[in-house]
């Protein structure tokens, strides 16, 4: 077979949704998509006009669906790249990306392993086309998210979670907040630590694959933890937004 | 070795992109050994700093620089120096 390399393709803001305020989901229509597995992500470009030019990667937040694609961009406040795509790009825009890229952060449907996504922050996204993938699959494997927000206004999909938590077999949906909880919620907020997690995740004689996002400190204290907790340090797939 | 380490840097995923450019298959699940310390991890598992047209790949291990990756004009041009082995799933 001879396989085309990675190239840039020229997709289209097809439609926006706010998910916070700040932070929205962009729906690209990119001619020719090849398709992706969820936990994929996709390198954007976007040049000047007096040539220069730069790149981030965002993660795909839907499974496969053809040539629409959606990713969630949260601002950066200072940011280069995410107050433009997510104030600034109109629907009809062109922005430049290519991918899917990524074969070690990915799940697939299907198999046999429990599935327990720790998501901080924006990190969500790539889990969240786990769960989308979970639903539309129909898979009944056990998925249990975990996801890290600073207060109740930052979560994002916030419908869509507690849907799929109420309606999929075998989901569970934990919100733990890091700054300031909802009323009654019964946790004062903190960070999520390693006491949190014993409660929270599967005994680690479970057979677990482990998906982990978010902000590097984050990530890197949320696997520390499993692995103090017995976890298997090798089935920990993680990615760090830095 | 301390939790904040390694903080504010990216990790082998963001290589993704720029190795399938030059080599036109995924790479992040593949194994690379550190000329180093020989610890062998996935190269999503790298420590990545710089975001822009130049990528630096550090072991999460040692430290030990075992990527550069940069992007010149029309080539992506990879330093492989720090890496003893590649091990490509075929």
Redesign the interface.
Known sequence: MVQSRLGWRRAELVDRRDETPSAVTLVLGVPGWPGHLAGQHVDVRLTADDGYSTQRSYSLAAPDHGARIELTVQVVDDGEVSPFLARDLAVGDPVELRGPVGGWFVWQPGGPQRVLLLAGGSGVVPLMAMVRARHESGAAVPMHLVYSVRTPGDVFYAAELQQRADQDDGLRVTLVHTRRAPAGSGRAAHRLGAADLAALVWPATEAVVTFVCGPTAFVDAVSDALVGLGYDASAIRTERYG | MD??R??????G??L??PL??????????SYVTCAGCSRAA????LVVYG??PGLVGRCRGCGDVMLRLTRIRDEVVVDLRGCRALRVAV
């Open positions: 939790e904040t390694f903080a504010g840097a990216l990790d995923n963001v993704g992109g399938a450019e030059a080599f036109g298959v995924d790479l992040t699940a996935v190269v999503a598992d975001a822009g």
